[in-house]
């Protein structure tokens, strides 16, 4: 198993940004896709971002082109940048790692804590 530590999240007011970080150990990193995922309350987990163990990056609609997700294999970490914050962005967030299968990405591993990201006036 590997296991996954979130941190980054906060308090932040719309329109603004926060970098959300995750520390992968147990494994060897860079074999792995990952996913960042969110849960608001009462809704589902819902995947946000992927990036392959070869860079390739793919994000749902909803935050595409104010998301980025990206990974520092030599530190066994993937980053998730959000800019331009919405209210509806508020959620658990988490990361995970995933694999596809024709097309679909699952998540593989066990639940991290997840970091509560809440974007309020």
């Known amino acids: 198993q590997v296991q996954l530590v979130e941190s980054g999240g906060g308090l932040v007011q719309p329109g603004g940004s926060l970098r959300l970080s995750c520390a992968a150990s147990g494994t060897i990193f860079s074999l792995y896709h990952m996913g960042w995922y969110r849960q608001a309350p009462g809704k589902q987990r819902d995947l946000v971002a992927t990036?392959?163990?070869?860079?390739?990056?793919n994000y749902a609609d909803s935050v595409k082109g104010r998301f980025t997700i990206s990974r520092d294999n030599a530190k066994n970490s993937v980053y998730l940048q959000m800019n331009s914050l919405k209210p509806e962005d508020t959620a658990v967030y988490y990361c995970?790692?995933?694999?596809?299968?024709?097309?679909?990405?699952?998540?593989?591993?066990?639940w991290g804590q997840g970091t509560q990201v809440t974007v309020s006036s």
């Open positions: 995970n790692t995933v694999r596809e299968r024709r097309g679909t990405y699952f998540p593989t591993n066990d």
């Open positions: 990036i392959t163990n070869g860079d390739s990056t």
